[in-house]
């Protein structure tokens, strides 16, 4: 079981009550509705053909609700009983657990006590007065007196834990059974899962498993983009897991799951994780082909090689020369192409020039990919750092078009990482702790997640046994509150 020993049990009592009686007030609603649609089974007043076919089809859906009447009473009466053996062992063993802590603190303390009293029994010089080893032996006896009687008082309060906890865990085996007999069992009455539905579950197990894989890809991309091979991976995992998102958050709206402005924000950091980076990349190489460009057609032609060398001429020449179209297609094909500076340092490593792709980071053993790898984490976009060093040279043509966009490049830096750091983070934990992913295909119908009165989510304090046995419960009732594939 999930309890820990010697504190008070996991738990409430109240809501595993109240939830027996929600599949107990179902129980007795199917028994009402079966019996009247018997009464119109048993109505032969009424000629006409369509009243006969009503009695037929009210005949037929009477069959099969009265089949999962059982689920319902058996799954009802296992959690009424169980709520209230829970209630009784909580009483028992959650005081004893208080009760331990005290005493336990007592103990160590008259522990303590009883040590130093032997220790200074001990440490009497055999010159002492009779009076004196007569004061000393009682003091320490009456401290192991001390020590004893808390000992024996610990023993007791652990026994009631014990009994209390037993007694939780044989009425848990008991509903359990109670369960799995309407689930699996003798009264499983024909009502087991489909072959798609097993199928579903399957698919659903592996989406989300698929989701967490890509959710630890987008942080490890951050880091590891310029690995050849794994690179590439992580940065198609990674931008996978930013659509899954996206799409995540449009059918939570759609289902009403979440408000328009949720929706907007995952949706608005879905996209930013896709095109976020390229963009502000885009807006950097910018703000420094304008400036290069800008500077060079004030200088003749050596003196603007001798400046900024001819590759860096070239390309900066073809950059400013792409029109706003061109650069928006460029950034809406990026999410699975990898920056020129991780292409870059992945050639080096490729062809065995490793040393001098890193520099070592001081104090650590790790090597960073780039020279500037404090710059390029907090900016998470060497394109930017790129931009930040060259406009530290003297000498540079800048207008206040290259100005605005070197701001917004490495402000839009700063945000888009830290904004991808936390959301990626985020992201994860959800999908761990089991919060994440609308699945596959569309929800379940368990009893324990669409019971009657809304979403009841894992039901509070059952052992993991039991909760799975609720769980497995299937609800045979559609939206509509008829008998599904009935009517």
Same mark, same amino acid.
């Given at each position: 079981m999930?309890?820990?020993q010697?504190?008070?049990?996991?738990g409430?009592?109240s809501v595993?009550?109240a939830?027996g009686r929600?599949?107990?007030e179902l129980?007795e609603a199917i028994?009402?509705? /079966?019996?009247?649609l018997?009464?119109i089974v048993?109505?032969?007043t009424?000629t006409?053909k369509?009243m006969?076919?009503?009695?037929?089809?009210?005949g037929e859906?009477?069959?099969?609700?009265?089949?999962a009447?059982?689920?319902?009473?058996?799954?009802?009466?296992?959690?009424?009983?169980?709520?209230?053996?829970l209630r009784?062992a909580?009483?028992?063993a959650d005081?004893?657990?208080e009760k331990?802590?005290t005493?336990?603190?007592?103990?160590? $303390?008259a522990?303590?006590?009883?040590?130093?009293?032997?220790?200074?029994m001990d440490?009497?010089?055999?010159?002492a007065?009779q009076?004196?080893k007569?004061?000393?032996?009682?003091?320490?006896?009456?401290?192991n007196?001390?020590?004893s009687?808390?000992e024996?008082?610990?023993?007791?309060q652990e026994?009631?834990w014990n009994?209390?906890?037993?007694?939780?865990?044989?009425?848990?085996?008991?509903?359990?059974?109670?369960i799995e007999?309407?689930?699996s069992g003798?009264k499983?009455?024909?009502?087991?899962?489909?072959t798609?539905d097993?199928? +579903?579950?399957?698919a659903?197990?592996i989406y989300k498993?698929?989701?967490?894989?890509?959710?630890i890809a987008?942080i490890?991309?951050?880091?590891l983009?310029? /690995?050849?091979?794994?690179?590439q991976i992580?940065m198609?995992l990674?931008a996978?897991?930013?659509?899954?998102?996206?799409v995540? =958050?449009? !059918?939570? @709206?759609a289902r009403g799951?979440?408000?328009f402005?949720a929706?907007?924000l995952g949706?608005g950091?879905? !996209?930013?994780?896709?095109f976020?980076g390229?963009?502000?990349?885009s807006?950097?190489?910018?703000?420094?082909?304008?400036?290069?460009?800008?500077?060079?057609s004030r200088?003749?032609?050596g003196?603007?090689k001798a +400046?900024?060398?001819?590759?860096v001429?070239k390309?900066s020449r073809?950059?400013?020369a792409?029109?706003?179209?061109?650069?928006?297609?460029?950034v809406?094909?990026?999410?699975f192409v990898?920056?020129?500076g991780d292409?870059?340092?992945?050639?080096?490593v490729?062809n065995?020039l490793?040393k =001098?792709? @890193?520099?070592?980071?001081?104090?650590?053993? @790790?090597?960073l990919?780039?020279?500037?790898?404090?710059?390029?984490?907090a900016?998470?976009?060497?394109?930017v750092v790129?931009m930040i060093?060259?406009?530290?040279?003297?000498?540079?043509?800048i207008?206040?078009v290259?100005s605005?966009?070197?701001?917004i490049?490495?402000v839009?830096?700063?945000?888009?990482?830290t904004?991808?750091?936390a959301?990626n983070?985020?992201?994860?934990?959800?999908a761990i702790g089991?919060?994440?992913?609308?699945?596959?295909?569309?929800g379940?119908?368990s009893?324990?997640?669409?019971?009657?009165?809304g979403?009841?989510g894992?039901?509070?304090?059952?052992? /993991?046994?039991?909760d799975?046995?609720v769980t497995a !419960?299937?609800?045979?009732?559609?939206? $509509?509150?008829?008998?599904?594939?009935s009517?």
């Amino acid at each position: 079981m999930s309890d820990t020993q010697w504190q008070e049990l996991d738990g409430e009592a109240s809501v595993v009550e109240a939830k027996g009686r929600t599949y107990t007030e179902l129980a007795e609603a199917i028994t009402r509705s /079966v019996g009247t649609l018997q009464q119109i089974v048993d109505d032969t007043t009424t000629t006409a053909k369509s009243m006969e076919a009503t009695r037929k089809l009210a005949g037929e859906v009477r069959e099969d609700i009265e089949k999962a009447r059982d689920r319902y009473s058996f799954t009802g009466e296992a959690l009424s009983t169980y709520g209230a053996a829970l209630r009784g062992a909580k009483n028992e063993a959650d005081p004893a657990a208080e009760k331990l802590r005290t005493l336990r603190s007592e103990l160590e $303390d008259a522990r303590a006590v009883a040590r130093n009293a032997e220790s200074q029994m001990d440490d009497l010089p055999d010159s002492a007065s009779q009076a004196d080893k007569d004061d000393a032996t009682r003091a320490a006896s009456g401290a192991n007196a001390t020590v004893s009687g808390l000992e024996q008082d610990i023993a007791v309060q652990e026994s009631y834990w014990n009994s209390g906890h037993g007694d939780k865990n044989s009425a848990a085996g008991t509903a359990m059974s109670k369960i799995e007999e309407v689930v699996s069992g003798d009264k499983v009455h024909g009502l087991e899962d489909s072959t798609w539905d097993k199928v +579903k579950n399957v698919a659903k197990g592996i989406y989300k498993v698929f989701k967490v894989i890509c959710d630890i890809a987008g942080i490890l991309a951050i880091f590891l983009s310029w /690995v050849p091979v794994l690179g590439q991976i992580l940065m198609v995992l990674a931008a996978i897991g930013a659509i899954l998102s996206i799409v995540e =958050n449009i !059918v939570k @709206f759609a289902r009403g799951e979440i408000g328009f402005g949720a929706m907007l924000l995952g949706v608005g950091l879905g !996209v930013m994780g896709l095109f976020g980076g390229k963009a502000i990349s885009s807006v950097a190489k910018y703000a420094k082909a304008r400036s290069v460009v800008q500077t060079a057609s004030r200088m003749s032609n050596g003196a603007a090689k001798a +400046k900024f060398g001819t590759a860096v001429l070239k390309s900066s020449r073809k950059t400013f020369a792409l029109t706003r179209g061109q650069r928006v297609t460029e950034v809406l094909k990026s999410p699975f192409v990898r920056t020129a500076g991780d292409k870059a340092v992945a050639g080096m490593v490729r062809n065995g020039l490793y040393k =001098n792709a @890193f520099t070592s980071w001081r104090g650590s053993q @790790f090597p960073l990919p780039y020279k500037d790898g404090a710059a390029r984490f907090a900016m998470g976009n060497d394109d930017v750092v790129d931009m930040i060093g060259h406009f530290n040279q003297t000498g540079l043509r800048i207008d206040s078009v290259t100005s605005s966009a070197q701001a917004i490049a490495t402000v839009g830096a700063v945000f888009n990482q830290t904004a991808n750091l936390a959301n990626n983070a985020a992201k994860l934990g959800s999908a761990i702790g089991g919060g994440d992913g609308w699945g596959s295909y569309e929800g379940g119908n368990s009893l324990a997640t669409s019971g009657a009165g809304g979403s009841w989510g894992k039901i509070t304090g059952l052992p /993991v046994n039991v909760d799975k046995g609720v769980t497995a !419960v299937q609800d045979v009732f559609g939206n $509509d509150g008829y008998v599904a594939g009935s009517w």
